[in-house]
């Protein structure tokens, strides 16, 4: 597609469009959690899953996505992908149990997997021009992280007038938009000389994914458990075998060389940190909001729009800061600004002034927008043409993977906080005791019945322990992103670095 070509900003729409979409499902069921709990009644385990499963799955197939786009076609695999994903959501919004609900996110993942990609992917060859790259890259940016952080506004509008299944049933318009304007303008591309598909990398790149964060997520919530450990185990060998592999094969899943790139590898840690606050951020912040605040789902989406809209402005302008200041420092930055909002949030969570969390939430929003915006923009810079849609998938894995992790991790330790610091009134009844030990969403459950005085202490002491065990976890997380926030200046370029230079081309 030329660079005058008028079908590259309808093109460009399409792709927005399906990242936006994408991210809005990675965060939209912060505020659907408590619904979902009434309704399906989920184990405390299967909530994290249901938050989770599909990050997971997108995460551990991203690579082989990306692989299969760079041989059948990144528009084919894209409209493919987007047409299983809306199809998918519908037996999704009418499950009817828990497990049923983690099975069809799970399948999400899967199709999901193959849209992020190639999206990214397909903007090398739309946009020719390095400066409309940019512009282009920041406004897919800035739909990815509108979409993450308007996640909970998203719900909230829907699960004011409608069930819990809507925030499922909405993808399908969505994506037939998708469709539509995306068969006639996008321009097909793919590696001219990919190779054959090696299936043992394929296998290992799950095994080693999926393995090592699922047994992180059930190590921090049960302990040093055996089978846990062993599947920890067989993640790392299998992630280690896959790289040695990747090494030796003439037309390797992810080229992993590119990890001696300073700039990619930076990159990727940012793209992955970004997310990871911003995902964790919402996800728990939407529960306090509603579990503590006692805020509707609409009046909780709300009080977060200020990280969606910073979001919005800082990923359009990502691209004039970076030409000013260079990569590093405003990657650096904008994972600074995420540490600074988070830690901000655990100082105000007692607060009944609204502007005191309207800052910290601005923050993290446009923070999240500077790094991934420019973390994006610069995996393009350093990869191969040819292989645009494996070096995409390699920074979306790290965005699928801080998302998963931000749930996983900051929420094993919201659930171990708040189980250890929960002060249970004396009397309670053991089938309420268990209940409330679980998360906050069964206590308010299983009182239902409870005299008047039970009732009060029992929520004076869930709001205490919820409280307590949110501050903990956003300060872990503020802690995260300001060390991450050194790593980038470290190993992105500052301004007099192009991107020849940064790669050693």
């Not at 992917?121 to 509108?146: C, H, K, N, Q, Y």
């Not at 994972?335 to 993290?364: E, K, N, Q, R, W």
Request: charged share 10%; glycine share 10%; with cysteine.
């Amino acid at each position: 597609m030329t660079s005058k070509d008028p079908r590259r900003w309808w093109a460009l729409t399409a792709m927005s469009l399906a990242v936006f979409l994408v991210a809005v499902d990675g965060t939209v069921l912060s505020l659907a959690t408590p619904s979902i709990v009434k309704d399906l009644q989920p184990t405390a385990s299967q909530v994290l899953w249901i938050g989770d499963i599909y990050s997971f799955v997108l995460a551990g197939l991203l690579i082989t996505m990306g692989n299969l786009g760079d041989r059948v076609g990144r528009k084919r695999l894209l409209l493919i992908g987007g047409t299983a994903f809306a199809l998918i959501s519908i037996p999704a919004a009418y499950s009817t149990s828990a497990e049923q609900l983690i099975a069809f996110r799970a399948l999400m993942g899967v199709a999901g997997a193959t849209l992020m990609p190639s999206t990214l992917a397909l903007m090398r060859s739309t946009f020719s021009d390095p400066v409309e790259r940019s512009f282009a890259i920041g406004v897919w940016s800035a739909m990815g992280a509108a979409g993450a952080a308007a996640g909970p506004l998203f719900g909230g509008i829907l699960l004011q007038h409608f069930w819990w299944g809507s925030v499922f049933l909405v993808n399908v318009p969505i994506m037939a938009l998708v469709f539509l304007i995306g068969m006639p303008s996008l321009h097909e591309s793919c590696d001219p000389n990919p190779g054959t598909l090696d299936v043992l990398s394929v296998g290992l790149s799950l095994v080693g994914i999926i393995g090592v964060v699922y047994a992180v997520k059930e190590l921090a919530i049960e302990g040093m458990a055996t089978q846990y450990v062993v599947v920890g185990v067989m993640g790392v060998i299998a992630a280690t075998w896959f790289v040695r592999r990747q090494l030796v094969l003439d037309h390797p899943l992810v080229d992993v060389r590119l990890f001696r790139s300073g700039p990619f590898s930076g990159a990727v840690l940012a793209t992955m940190l970004a997310v990871f606050g911003l995902a964790g951020s919402v996800f728990f912040f939407s529960q306090y909001l509603q579990f503590i605040k006692g805020l509707e789902p609409l009046q909780a989406g709300l009080f977060q729009l200020p990280a969606t809209v910073a979001a919005l402005v800082a990923a359009l302008v990502a691209g004039n800061m970076m030409r000013r200041l260079g990569r590093g420092p405003v990657v650096a930055g904008g994972l600074l600004a995420i540490g600074v909002g988070m830690a901000g949030i655990a100082l105000v969570l007692d607060s009944t002034v609204y502007l005191a969390f309207a800052i910290p939430l601005f923050l993290i929003g446009a923070g999240d927008g500077l790094a991934l915006t420019i973390a994006s923009d610069t995996v393009l810079a350093v990869a191969p043409k040819d292989r645009a849609g494996a070096a995409s998938a390699v920074s979306e894995t790290g965005y699928e993977l801080g998302t998963a992790l931000g749930i996983a991790l900051l929420g094993s330790i919201l659930t171990a906080v708040y189980q250890a610091t929960l002060r249970l009134p004396d009397g309670l009844p053991a089938e309420v005791a268990r209940a409330a030990e679980q998360s906050p969403g069964e206590a308010f459950e299983a009182m239902a019945g409870l005299p008047p005085a039970f009732a009060t202490s029992l929520t004076d002491a869930v709001h205490v322990a919820f409280t307590d065990a949110l501050q903990m976890t956003t300060w872990a997380g503020a802690a995260v992103l300001i060390l991450g926030a050194g790593a980038a200046w470290r190993l992105l370029p500052g301004k007099n670095a192009a991107v020849n230079e940064m790669v050693g081309h």
